[in-house]
């Protein structure tokens, strides 16, 4: 089955950036949307960025706006999110998704750990 192989998590000081990767091991066919979502200790999953598939439309919370930008690389099967300006509060365990049309439906990534902390 295909999997998602998340990458470029680490600790970084608050106004810093990372950019995290979600790599598929081979192609997902059908796909409508990709995401990633964020999960704090105590806190529920919470998504942070979206990308729809159709049109290339990109939405975001408040949170988030202006300072996070979801991507994509067809030719190489990943989707990335550029987090700028990061804060504290984005500390989190971060998910990328993947919806398709076809059996499974859902694809989920292993997380990668970021951590915002001076």
């Known amino acids: 089955q295909v999997q998602l192989v998340e990458s470029g998590g680490g600790l970084v000081q608050p106004g810093g950036s990372l950019r995290l990767s979600c790599a598929a091991s081979?192609?997902?066919?059908?796909?409508?949307?990709m995401d990633w979502y964020r999960q704090a200790p105590g806190q529920e999953r919470e998504q942070v960025a979206t990308?729809?598939?159709?049109?290339?439309?990109?939405r975001y919370p408040d949170s988030v706006k202006g300072r996070f930008t979801i991507s994509r690389d067809n030719a190489k099967n990943t989707v990335y999110l550029q987090m700028n300006n990061l804060k504290p509060d984005d500390t989190a365990v971060y998910y990328c998704?993947?919806?398709?049309?076809?059996?499974?439906?859902?694809?989920w990534g292993q997380g990668t750990q970021v951590t915002v902390s001076s």
């Open positions: 081979a192609r997902i066919f059908s796909i409508t949307a």
């Open positions: 998704r993947v919806a398709s049309r076809l059996s499974p439906y859902i694809y």
């Open positions: 990308i729809t598939t159709s049109d290339g439309r990109t």
